[in-house]
């Protein structure tokens, strides 16, 4: 075992990485869905905005898989991967959680700015929009962690901001 946050991976196939990118948007979504049901009040309803940035994410990341003729895996398996990946932290207090996700997602801005950096122009607003939504739940969570009042204010922005017309 090492101590610390793990290192942001080293991406270098761009259909590859999109794929990964948009399977782990789906089991986010219900991972945090599976963490907002072990939690109440503040904690569910921040859990449950992080669910629903992972699903704005995976909408926007879905054309350009389809664009790419990526296949896309079964969504029912990716769920279930997603809450399975939550269960061993669905018992942890709320002030830790938030701090071990902004420890822990911090390096994931990194891996989306590396596949931004692949990606073909057509492709640039969404993998902005990925970027974007890490930054969003890494602000949130250190910003919670510290007991910061207006810590859902990254997440409020960013689904004001990616909002469908
Ligand atoms: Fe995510």
Known sequence: MTDGPPQPRAFTDYDASLRVAWEEEIEGEAYFLRLAEAHD????????????????TARAL???LRRRCVP??????????????????A??????LAAWMAENFAPFI??????EALGP?????A???????????????????AGDPDSFRPLRD???QTAAP
Not at 44 to 51: F, G, Y
Not at 72 to 89: F, I, S, T
Not at 91 to 96: I, K, R
Not at 121 to 125: H, L, N
């Open 158 to 160: 960013f689904l004001a």
């Open 110 to 115: 990194a891996e989306f700015e590396a596949l």
């Open 127 to 145: 993998l902005r929009v990925a970027t974007d939504h890490e930054r969003a739940a890494v602000a949130f969570a250190a910003a919670e962690a």
């Open 41 to 56: 009040g503040r904690a569910a309803e921040a859990l449950t905005l992080l669910a629903e940035i992972e699903a704005v």
């Open 62 to 64: 879905a054309p350009a």
């Open 72 to 89: 896309m895996a079964d969504l029912d398996a990716l769920r279930a991967r997603g809450r399975a990946a939550a269960e061993p932290l």
């Open 121 to 125: 122009p057509e492709d640039a607003e």
């Open 91 to 96: 018992g942890m207090a709320w002030p830790d």
